[in-house]
């Protein structure tokens, strides 16, 4: 959002129903608190089919657009807010590239996934996509903005 500090984004995070079901949550979420970034929304829901197709718009009309809203909608999902420095880019490289084969040990999709169709989590790829998800996502009254003490240790 607008009123963040200089260099300090916001980005939408969601761990698909594929990580809820296997278990990995904790250890993903642990991932982005370990890099440094801030939590500043948090749910666990199922999401419905209309939020979805919303928030793939951008792959409506691909081959993969209703087997993905099937998949994201077979289950509970979390969704996430993450504050940081650069956070787009970096929460993009945490998670790795979108096909888990080629994505390299030391990812989330690169260590913890093996076939696109199941790849556990997404990120946003842009300034536009994480202003739009997060607004599409979260309520305003449900992120939170927060001092993180260890910052200073960080930052
Ligand atoms: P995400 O949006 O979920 O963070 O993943 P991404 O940017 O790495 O990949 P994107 O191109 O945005 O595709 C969104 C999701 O659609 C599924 N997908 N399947 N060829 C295929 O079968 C195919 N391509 C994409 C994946 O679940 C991908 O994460
Ligand atoms: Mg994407």
Redesign the pocket.
């Known amino acids: 959002s607008s009123h963040l500090p200089e260099g300090i984004e916001r980005t939408f995070v969601m761990i ?1 129903p594929d990580g809820v079901q296997r278990g990995l949550v904790g250890s993903i979420i642990s991932r982005f608190e370990q890099k440094g970034l801030k939590l500043v929304g948090l749910k666990f829901m199922h999401a419905s089919e209309c939020l979805l197709r919303q928030h ?1 718009a ?2 409506e009309g691909r ?2 657009f209703e087997p ?1 809203v099937k ?1 994201v909608q077979s289950g509970p999902v979390v969704a996430m807010v993450l504050e940081g420095p650069d956070a787009i880019k970096v929460g993009r490289l945490l ?1 790795g ?2 096909d888990p084969s080629k994505s390299p040990p030391g990812t989330i999709r690169g260590d913890l996934a093996l076939q ?2 199941k ?1 556990l ?3 946003s ?1 842009s300034s536009e996509s994480a202003q739009r998800e997060i607004e599409l996502w979260f309520g305003q009254r449900e992120l939170v903005g927060w001092e993180k003490d260890s910052d200073k240790w960080l930052l």
């Open positions: 698909k793939y951008e792959h081959p993969f993905l998949y998670i590239t979108t696109t169709r790849n989590i997404h990120g790829d």
